[in-house]
């Protein structure tokens, strides 16, 4: 099966972005992860992704005055690198209609909480007021809803007694480096090529 031609989002550090970028050094690995992109010009992730010989662009959002002109500029760059599919990680920008509709069950992301309990932001500071014994991480689809489309996969992990948002977020994000990967796989498998 030809690998689907993956193009990841970011924003910041970009670990999730890298644990895609190790898993798809196996030739068996049924997606390459062929450029990421960012919003922010310093984020950390594009040095790991320059180090790799993986194809970086930035397109600020700064320097656009509404988020369509940004999400047009994004989405003609996305669609010149001939992508199957699009993985968030990390990429803290809300999406228009303009790319959810050209990437409709293409575009995943990665949240950290079991949705749909904790869509949004502080998702461990929440899990940890609420008392919740049982949090973790979700790959899904990406659609209007923000953090509301169909579920891929999960991870659980259980809170501890003297957790704190640092270590709950620390053990999840554990979790999100082994779950990001086999989400991608199996969307990748079940993806139509399109070139
Ligand atoms: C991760 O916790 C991810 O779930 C969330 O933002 C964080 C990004 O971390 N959407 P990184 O940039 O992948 O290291």
């Not at 790799?52 to 500029?73: L, P």
Request: charged share 20%; aromatic share 6%.
């Amino acid at each position: 099966m030809k690998r689907k031609r993956v193009g990841v989002l970011i924003s910041g550090r970009g670990s999730n972005m890298a644990a895609l970028v190790e898993a798809a050094r196996d030739p068996a690995y049924p997606a390459e992860i062929v450029c990421v992109d960012s919003n922010k010009p310093d984020a950390a992730g594009l040095k790991f992704a320059q180090g790799r010989n993986i194809s970086t662009h930035v397109i600020d959002h700064k320097n656009y005055k509404t988020r369509e002109a940004f999400d047009a500029a994004l989405n003609d760059y996305l669609q010149s690198q001939k992508l199957d599919l699009i993985a968030c990680a990390g990429f803290m920008r809300v999406v228009t209609s303009l790319l959810l509709e050209s990437w409709a069950g293409k575009m995943i992301n990665i949240h950290p909480s079991l949705l749909p309990l904790y869509k949004g932001t502080h998702t461990h500071e929440r899990a940890l007021a609420d008392g919740a014994r049982i949090h973790g991480c979700s790959v899904h689809f990406v659609t209007a809803e923000l953090d509301g489309g169909p579920v891929i996969a999960q991870a659980e992990i259980p809170v501890l007694p003297d957790d704190t948002p640092e270590t709950l977020s620390a053990r999840v994000l554990v979790e999100e480096h082994k779950l990001y990967p086999k989400a991608l796989a199996m969307v990748a498998r079940q993806t139509p090529s399109t070139l």
